[in-house]
């Protein structure tokens, strides 16, 4: 439904009384944060692009619809209180009618100093989905007809997602306990190894543990999405292998246009693709840039985009931006150990505050169909790359 959402002005936590119930902390803008950017198109290519995102299932792969502080060096102590905002004023004006949410990911630090513990992130879900329980605007997306259901309504489905499977330890049953609590996707590794397989971080790549395999046949089992947008190359070759359901890269670049362990070579892209798994690209800071483009912005993304998209092909390519509400650059920076940013840095890349065109979820999701249009995609591929493919996907992994 395009723009056109049907939010009512619910603000998080609004059931409770702010700075007594919790403490208040001034958070980011939702819109226009930074100065915006709209991809200039003629006229009639505007009538296009409207009309694309008013009829069309546009799903997102991969963000963060959390609030940041403003001051961004706020967000430990923000954090720490584990009860982060959503951006529902930025989401209704987003085109996205499904997003797949990653929560804290690496910075669930809410009691310990490295996060990723099991009580931080079921505080972290748990919290989030008594705030969404009091809204009717963003819903909790349990099966694919939730995400068409939405479009039809004006609303935001939210596909609740784990970044990386630490929180589980040796537990297989707290896979199935995570997919009662709503989970639909789950990474094997974020960048550090765990008992699964190898992070991207690690220099030398073990692959798929035993344990690793078992985590994979469950969550086969169970209906949940698998990601190895985080994993190393030989982990994630091993888990396309022993998967019987396609898997997804949900936010990932190609490392032949910008050689960082944060991007996929191409036998693993390839391996993706052929085994019927699609590929979601990357946004966030200093991530998806090329040599053509090594200032990060809508340009060197889609270029990323159309190199994948000819390597795999047109049925196993879509968006997971990565983007979130606030100074992405700055949460970088105070965060570095916990994301792993040095491991998927380039010494080359040109520093940026934000990159200009897909700063946030809602800027990435007016842009991409912007530039399609602009590009002369046709409608057929248009709508397999914005949500097609992530349906056909999810329909041959949940149900």
Known sequence: MGRDKNYRGYRSFQYLEEGIDYPTFELAHEVDRVPPYRLPLSDAEEERAERIAREQILVSLHDHLGRFPEPISETPAYIREGRQATAYEGLSHCHWDCIFENFMDGICQIHSKRGWKWTEVLHDLGMRLCDLAHQDFVTLCLRVDDITRAHEEGRVALVASIEGAAPIENELDR???????????????YSESNGLGSGLKEEKDGGLTAFGQRVVERMNKVGMLIDCSHCGDQTTLDVIEASEKPIALTHIGARALWNTNRMAPDDVLKACGEKGGVIGIEAAPHTTITKGHPRHNLEAYMEHFEYIKDLVGIDHVGFGPDTLYGDH???????????????????????????????????????????????????????????????????????
């Open 329 to 399: 650059v700055g949460l970088h920076n105070t965060y570095k150990s916990s994301l792993s940013i040095k491991a998927a840095t380039h010494q080359d890349d040109e520093r940026v505050d934000y990159v200009e065109g897909v700063e946030n979820p809602t800027e990435a999701s007016e842009n991409i169909v912007r530039w399609l249009v602009k590009h002369d995609y046709s409608d057929e591929d248009t709508a397999k790359v914005v949500g097609g493919n992530a349906l056909r996907l999810l329909k041959e992994v949940w149900e």
């Open 175 to 189: 896979i199935e306990i995570f997919y009662g609590f709503g989970v639909r996707a789950m990474g094997i590794t």
